[in-house]
């Protein structure tokens, strides 16, 4: 071989003085003198970057054979860029990372809390846990959703596990129970439902609500005396529907107390109860919650109270409709006397059936009837037994015998007795949406039926389950907060404008008359007086004369 | 997300209450491996679960060499056996869009639409066709409108080559946790719409290899995206309010990312209302 000819295949690939034949040229000075121009040009720093293209191509190649990556020729540039990035890093790193660190640990160290033991705790304390506790067993509740592929991940159920042990530790609970979790814009929010030992909850604050309209009462009614002396201008006739009072703490909506965290290893805090006007408020308004409680609710209709109240109003709507249990678990207690005591709505109580057969995994999932409600429904109200707002309260209806005071409205006879399903009604008396039935119910799984679990999940409140298996079942709710329509919502539009007086035959316009009528008009009341001028004296005329203008 | 990292995936995920029992989770990974060697796929992503009222489906999605190309999905009622659904056409998206209500789980089931047009329906009745629609295609739509809006990607994820096709890019870490938390680090994995509506000031900062997608920062409406830190800040979750049941999970500094849905396939009509 030697030079190459045009028509030959190695033709233009050899580049003058650098050909393998080079080395055979007796200077090799001129060559190591070449070399030496090139590392030092190589060498020369970058006036910008301070960097030198000889160091950067040896840390290059250097990275690059300690790692050996699969098709490093594609990725060299990205290797270049990320070493030149490195080199920056260094100086700013210790100031950002200390800055990008804190959120992350403050919560490590709060979830972290959940797991130690509270100091000062003897052996005393640890028999007293492995006795009954009111702490619901959320693994295994856990366990058994999972089977349906419902449920939150391990670690986040045992973090809410050791947070409802923190909430018994504190409050002077009867029976918890994890509800669920509802999502939100911000945060999300774990719920529990904790019933309150007899006697023990705080009534301090609705005293103190009740003293503060008695005395606003006795203000107007002072400032009213006053004022009919003075000149008012018209008062206005409009008088508010009645307040529905809200149930008592125990009893219907209120039934259970409910606490929520944002997240387990935050505090929990106690929601207020719920009142009939918000209940009724949140059926007409769909908003999503943004995680902190005290974040307002802009909607229309206005809503009364806050994001707590407004999740209040949502999980007492979502239990009403939602909580179910397998027939024959609960009964009816029975006591003597029972009809007398019955209360308009129903009964309202339940106690665990001991002689409870369960039915088998198969039975639960084809009929809906093999299951109940066990929490009462929420009528229109907004309650769930029916009180009728113009008869004012016990007291006064005890002493409505001797005074008979009912205030002719044309509401009070339109207002009829509203009645909800009674307690313990099968689900197959649910009404479905459309042509979809209102709970759709499957068997965990299809290949081991003999310990599949039966799972119900609500198309009507689409995120609320329930599973029953043998003697256990449970619900929960893991969701958005808001029922399903298959319509799309449409907020309730502002009501008419109110009349500002009745339009009667005094004030309502009418044409002016033409002047034929006017004259027509004149000349019949003339005539008119004119015939009773004959029947009077003479000072009829003179009268006539003063009118006609 | 991808198949290969299902477990992990499938626990970040979950924050939302819904996710698989342990025997789908048992079959998928090795149901996905297979329909990998069958279809010859390059990647198999889960892409979730849509509710039925009486059934469920479960959808995986094929790719190829270009993870941007048309991919292909498949469904299964019980993670075992699979099937391909038809690709996706336009009049497909149109006629589901106006179905509502949930899906029945029964991929043969017809649902019968009438037309607010009274011509298109006598056009329909001409062509010999009858209108209704089978549940298959309702899916196939139904799949197509939520990758398309709210599918989406980290930003530097993928990266497009020279040659037109987007392929993973190897150097990507992971996104920081300030990153992580802003809107504009996210991109929705489709055929942009807003990139070229970009001033010339924005798009000399792009990088045209890892910005060729629509970010997340101007969706309509604003706030349809929830972004939040769960297990105490080791996972970025971003749902969707849109498609409710869209999860996106990241774990900053990682290469971990991916998106599911478990959901009823409807979508969320209502949300300026609910904001």
């Given at each position: ?174 029976t918890?129970r994890?509800w669920g979790?509802i ?8 719920i529990?439902e904790v019933q309150y030992?007899e006697g023990?909850e705080e009534d301090e604050t609705e005293e103190e609500e009740i003293i503060e309209e008695r005395?606003?009462e ?21 008088k508010p529907p009645p307040v529905i009072p809200k149930e008592e703490n125990g009893t219907g909506a209120n039934k259970y107390v409910y606490f929520v ?9 106690k929601l207020p109860p719920v009142t009939p006007a918000q209940i009724v408020c949140a059926r007409k308004i769909k908003k ?9 609710v802009?909607s229309f209709p206005p809503f009364p109270g806050n994001e707590a109240n407004y999740l209040r109003a949502q999980i007492a709507r979502i239990s009403a409709g939602t909580q179910i249990s397998?027939?024959?678990?609960y009964?009816f207690a029975?006591?003597?006397?029972d009809e007398e005591e019955e209360t308009e709505g129903g009964r309202d109580t339940y106690e ?20 109940v409600h066990n929490v009462q429904s929420i009528l229109k109200q907004g309650r769930c037994v029916w009180l009728n707002p113009l008869q004012k309260s016990e007291e006064e209806e005890e002493n409505e ?5 009912e205030e002719?409205d044309d509401l009070q006879q339109e207002l009829q007795q509203e009645i909800g399903p009674p307690l313990l009604t099968p689900l197959?008396e649910d009404e ?6 209102a ?19 609500s198309?009507r409140w689409?995120?609320a ?10 619900n929960?709710y893991?969701?958005?907060g808001h029922k399903?329509s ?6 309730t539009?502002?009501p ?54 | ?275």
């Amino acid at each position: 071989h030697g030079p190459y000819q045009p028509h030959e295949p190695g033709y233009g690939l050899y580049q003058p003085g650098y050909s393998p034949y080079d080395d055979q040229i007796p200077d090799p000075k001129s060559q190591t003198l070449a070399i030496q121009n090139a590392k030092a040009y190589l060498l020369k720093s970058s006036t910008t970057s301070g960097l030198n293209l000889y160091d950067h191509l040896a840390n290059m190649l250097t990275k690059i054979l300690d790692e050996q990556p699969t098709n490093a020729v594609d990725i060299i540039e990205n290797i270049s860029k990320d070493m030149k990035w490195a080199q920056f890093q260094k100086k700013m790193d210790t100031l950002r990372d200390e800055h990008e660190i804190l959120p992350t640990f403050e919560a490590a160290e709060k979830r972290k809390a959940l797991f130690l033991k509270p100091n000062g705790e003897g052996e005393e304390e640890l028999e007293e846990e492995i006795g009954e506790t009111p702490l619901p067993n959320v693994m295994e509740t856990a366990f058994y959703f999972e089977q349906a592929g419902i449920g939150l991940s391990k670690d986040e159920s045992y973090h809410i596990f050791l947070a409802l042990k923190k909430l018994i530790s504190v409050q002077p609970v009867q029976t918890c129970r994890f509800w669920g979790k509802i999502l939100g814009l911000e945060m999300n929010y774990i719920i529990a439902e904790v019933q309150y030992h007899e006697g023990e909850e705080e009534d301090e604050t609705e005293e103190e609500e009740i003293i503060e309209e008695r005395g606003k009462e006795v203000d107007e009614v002072e400032d009213e005396e006053e004022k009919e002396k003075e000149y008012e201008p018209p008062v206005s006739t409009y008088k508010p529907p009645p307040v529905i009072p809200k149930e008592e703490n125990g009893t219907g909506a209120n039934k259970y107390v409910y606490f929520v965290c944002n997240e387990p290893g935050k505090p929990w805090v106690k929601l207020p109860p719920v009142t009939p006007a918000q209940i009724v408020c949140a059926r007409k308004i769909k908003k999503f919650f943004t995680g902190r409680l005290d974040a307002p609710v802009v909607s229309f209709p206005p809503f009364p109270g806050n994001e707590a109240n407004y999740l209040r109003a949502q999980i007492a709507r979502i239990s009403a409709g939602t909580q179910i249990s397998p027939i024959g678990f609960y009964q009816f207690a029975e006591e003597e006397g029972d009809e007398e005591e019955e209360t308009e709505g129903g009964r309202d109580t339940y106690e665990e059936n001991p002689d409870f057969q369960p039915l088998s995994v198969a039975e639960m999932v084809d009929s809906l009837s093999a299951w109940v409600h066990n929490v009462q429904s929420i009528l229109k109200q907004g309650r769930c037994v029916w009180l009728n707002p113009l008869q004012k309260s016990e007291e006064e209806e005890e002493n409505e015998e001797d005074e008979k005071e009912e205030e002719p409205d044309d509401l009070q006879q339109e207002l009829q007795q509203e009645i909800g399903p009674p307690l313990l009604t099968p689900l197959s008396e649910d009404e479905g949406i459309q042509n979809i039935p209102a709970w759709s119910a499957q068997p965990s799984t299809n290949l081991i039926p003999q310990y599949a679990v039966a799972v119900l999940q609500s198309n009507r409140w689409p995120g609320a389950y329930a599973f029953a298996s043998g003697k256990k079942f449970d619900n929960i709710y893991f969701g958005w907060g808001h029922k399903y329509s298959p319509e799309n919502h449409t907020p309730t539009l502002p009501p008419p404008a109110q009349g500002e007086y009745p339009s009667g035959p005094e004030v309502t316009e009418t044409r002016d008359p033409t002047v034929a009528e006017e004259l027509a008009f004149k000349a019949a009341r003339e005539e008119a007086l004119a015939a009773a001028e004959e029947e009077e004296e003479e000072e009829g005329t003179e009268e006539d004369e003063e009118d006609d203008d | 997300m991808e198949a290969s990292s299902l477990p992990a995936a499938l626990e970040l995920v979950s924050g939302g209450g819904l996710g698989l029992s342990p025997e789908k989770r048992a079959v998928l990974w090795s149901s996905l491996l297979l329909l990998q060697r069958d279809y010859r796929f390059e990647r198999v992503w889960f892409w979730g679960c849509i509710q039925g009222v009486h059934g469920a489906y479960y959808i995986a999605e094929g790719l190829g060499p270009d993870r941007a190309a048309p991919r292909s999905r498949l469904y299964s009622l019980n993670c075992v056996e699979w099937s391909l659904l038809p690709p996706v056409t336009n009049e497909m998206v149109l006629q589901a869009g106006q179905l509502k209500g949930r899906f029945q789980g029964d991929p043969s089931f017809e649902y019968e639409y009438t037309e607010r047009n009274a011509e298109d329906a006598e056009r329909l009745i001409e062509d010999g066709k009858e209108p209704t629609i089978k549940e298959e295609a309702r899916v196939v739509a139904t799949i197509e409108q939520i990758d398309r809006a709210v599918g989406i990607i980290p930003r530097g994820a993928f990266v497009k080559t020279p040659l037109g096709s987007v392929s993973e890019n190897r150097n990507f870490e992971g996104l920081s946790l300030t990153e992580a938390k802003k809107l504009s680090s996210y991109f929705h994995f489709t055929e942009p719409v807003n990139l070229k509506n970009k001033t010339l000031l924005e798009k000399a900062d792009l990088d045209p290899s890892t910005d060729f997608l629509d970010s997340l920062e101007h969706d309509i409406p604003q706030g349809s995206w929830t972004v939040q830190l769960e297990k105490g800040g080791a996972v970025v979750v971003l749902r969707s309010l849109l498609w409710l049941g869209l999860t996106f999970y990241h774990v900053p500094m990682t290469k971990q990312y991916g998106y599911v849905y478990f959901g009823t396939g409807e979508k969320n009509l209502d949300l300026p209302f609910m904001l």
